[in-house]
Nanobody, 116 residues
Framework: QVQLVESGGGSVQPGGSLTLSCAAS????????MAWYRQTPGKERELAAS???????TYADSVKGRFTISRDNPWNTVWLQMSSLKAEDTAVYYC??????????WGQGTQVTVSS
């Protein structure tokens, strides 16, 4: 199994920046991808950004050019650097890990609020 601990959420004004981190422990050698999803009340959880073991990165169109996902090496932590934040980025952000064999693990979520 993989355990995930997220940190870095908070409140920021529009145009500001925040960095989220997600630290994985346990069977990290089985991880295939790590990703950040976000969810607002009444809406489906949506992908913000993901990175795979071979370094392939995917961004949602809504965050391209503003968010950057990165990881350490050896791989057990992923960061999401968020800049030029907008009110519509307000959400609970969840770290997700997919391991070989397709099991999925989620973090507890961290609130990001963008408001003046």
């Amino acid at each position: 199994q993989v355990q995930l601990v997220e940190s870095g959420g908070g409140s920021v004004q529009p145009g500001g920046s925040l960095t989220l981190s997600c630290a994985a422990s346990g069977r990290v050698f089985t991880m295939y991808s790590m990703a950040w999803y976000r969810q607002t009340p009444g809406k489906e959880r949506e992908l913000a950004a993901s990175i795979t073991r071979d370094g392939t990165i995917t961004y949602a169109d809504s965050v391209k050019g503003r968010f950057t996902i990165s990881r350490d090496n050896p791989w057990n932590t992923v960061w999401l650097q968020m800049s030029s934040l907008k009110a519509e980025d307000t959400a609970v952000y969840y770290c997700q890990v997919v391991v070989f064999g397709a099991s999925v693990y989620w973090g507890q979520g961290t609130q990001v609020t963008v408001s003046s």
